[in-house]
């Protein structure tokens, strides 16, 4: 199956500093990325998607793709302590028949 | 966004028994959903792909006959767990797709969590 990777973190910021996630994929045929926020016990809500190279910003957060690395970030400016969750990156595959998921990444932010 | 509305929420049943948990989009039409189960703080685990009037396609180690997946309508898919056992305690996430576009994101049923004793 193919795969995505992320750091399960925790990644620990300060509020107000800038959080930086990080995700690679393994299939060079996807064609879309997303970025989900996971509360504890709860489902996946959709933070932001990105399908061309570059950055795509709403908002506090900044998503980035680089498809020849293979590689999506998501910056999170000014984070506050409501933004500690679980960050699930996923990208389809290339029939855009499944959903792929990585492990999600920890985020606490500190007040 | 869209909404997909999952229902149970939260299921307690006895072992042995089968539990069957609807996904439906509320205000789309959904040639696809996926099925996800999430064990305790691990991350989603892609189950099945529901397409509409057809086979789901069932991810390498998903049982299919234990884990039934019925999409009848554009706007329905339910996953059945037959004879459940402790280990299917899990949290059970549909997703569905809107239909006729391409790259379109998924949108989250609000999980339903089987608790099988």
């Known amino acids: 199956q193919k795969e995505v990777e992320q750091n399960s973190g925790p990644l620990s910021v300060p509020e107000g500093a800038i959080a930086s996630l990080n995700c690679t994929y393994s299939d060079r045929g996807s064609q879309s990325f997303f970025w989900y926020r996971q509360y504890s016990g709860k489902s996946p809500e959709l933070i932001m998607f990105?399908?061309?190279?570059g950055d795509k910003e709403d908002g506090r957060f900044t998503a980035q793709l680089n498809k020849a690395s293979q590689y999506v970030s998501l910056l999170i400016r000014d984070s506050q302590p409501s933004d500690s969750a679980t960050y699930l990156c996923?990208?389809?595959?290339?029939?855009?028949?499944?959903?792929?998921f990585g492990k999600g990444t920890t985020l606490s932010v500190s007040s | 966004g869209a909404v997909v509305s999952q229902h149970p929420s939260w299921v307690i049943c006895k072992s042995g028994t089968s539990v069957k948990i609807e996904c439906r989009s509320l205000?789309?039409?959904?040639?696809?959903m996926f099925w996800y189960r999430q064990f305790p703080k691990q991350s989603l685990m892609l189950m099945a792909t529901?397409?509409?009037?057809?086979?789901?396609?069932?991810e390498q180690g998903v049982e299919k006959d234990k884990f039934l997946i019925n999409h009848a309508s554009l706007t329905l898919s339910t996953l059945t767990v037959t004879s459940a056992h402790p280990e299917d305690s899990s949290f059970y996430i549909c997703?569905?797709?809107?239909?006729?576009?391409?790259?379109?994101?998924?949108?989250f049923g609000q999980g339903t969590r089987l608790t099988v004793v």
């Open positions: 997703s569905a797709r809107v239909s006729g576009t391409d790259n379109a994101e998924a949108f």
């Open positions: 996923a990208a389809f595959n290339q029939a855009g028949t499944a959903l792929i």
């Open positions: 205000d789309f039409q959904a040639t696809t």
């Open positions: 529901s397409n509409e009037g057809s086979k789901a396609t069932y």
């Open positions: 990105i399908y061309s190279n």
